[in-house]
Structures are given as C-alpha cells and as structure tokens.
Nanobody
Framework: QVQLVESGGGLVQPGGSLRLSCVAF????????MNWYRQAPGKVRELVAG????????NYPDSVKGRFTISRDNAKNTVYLQMNSLKPEDTAVYYC?????????WGQGTQVTVSS
C-alpha cells in the first residue's frame, strides 16, 4: 500500500527557511520520480519541484527556481524540499506526490505559512 507522510511545515518569517520531508512506503522508492506540489487558498494545486529516481535531474517552475531545492535519500525512502528566501506568496499546503502505474498518490499535506 503506497503511503506518503510529510513533515516539516510551520510558520516562518519572510526571508526565512524551512525543510520539508516526505517518507514513502509501499513501492520501490528509488525507481520513481517524486514531486512536491503546493496549494494556496482559492488557487489550483501547482508543481513546485520534481526529481527523478536517481536524483540526478530536477525541475522547478520559475516562481521557486534558485530558492527551493529538491533532493532525495533513497536509502531512507525520503524526499526533501529545502525552501530558502521564503516569501508570503509561498504560503500554502505542501504535498508530496508520486505516480505508480496508473495511480497517483498524495500525502496528507503540511502547512507552510510565511508571515511577519
């Protein structure tokens, strides 16, 4: 059974940093690309980072490029999202995501609030 469990969200001041973690269960983690999405109130869910199984290639939208870094530790079945220089517009619920076969799986989400 595929399960994704996020942690690491919280309240941070503008310009601050947070690191999110997502532990995966129930599938051969190292073989699958992993993604981080976010959803702000009243907005559609958007992709903020993706990483392939080996960790050798990543992708980011322009809105977070240079500030966010996705990484993974395949020995720990964990994917991370390091977020630096946070802005109020980064406030959202952040979700870990994986597509396994024809199914897509999501974690429960972790709230990130950027405010002074």
């Amino acid at each position: 059974q595929v399960q994704l469990v996020e942690s690491g969200g919280g309240l941070v001041q503008p310009g601050g940093s947070l690191r999110l973690s997502c532990v995966a269960f129930g599938f051969p983690f190292r073989l699958y690309p992993m993604n981080w999405y976010r959803q702000a109130p009243g907005k559609v869910r958007e992709l903020v980072a993706g990483i392939i199984g080996t960790g050798d290639s990543t992708n980011y939208p322009d809105s977070v490029k240079g500030r966010f870094t996705i990484s993974r530790d395949n020995a720990k079945n964990t994917v991370y999202l390091q977020m630096n220089s946070l802005k109020p517009e980064d406030t959202a619920v952040y979700y870990c995501n994986v597509a396994v076969g024809s199914n897509e799986y999501w974690g429960q989400g972790t709230q990130v609030t950027v405010s002074s």
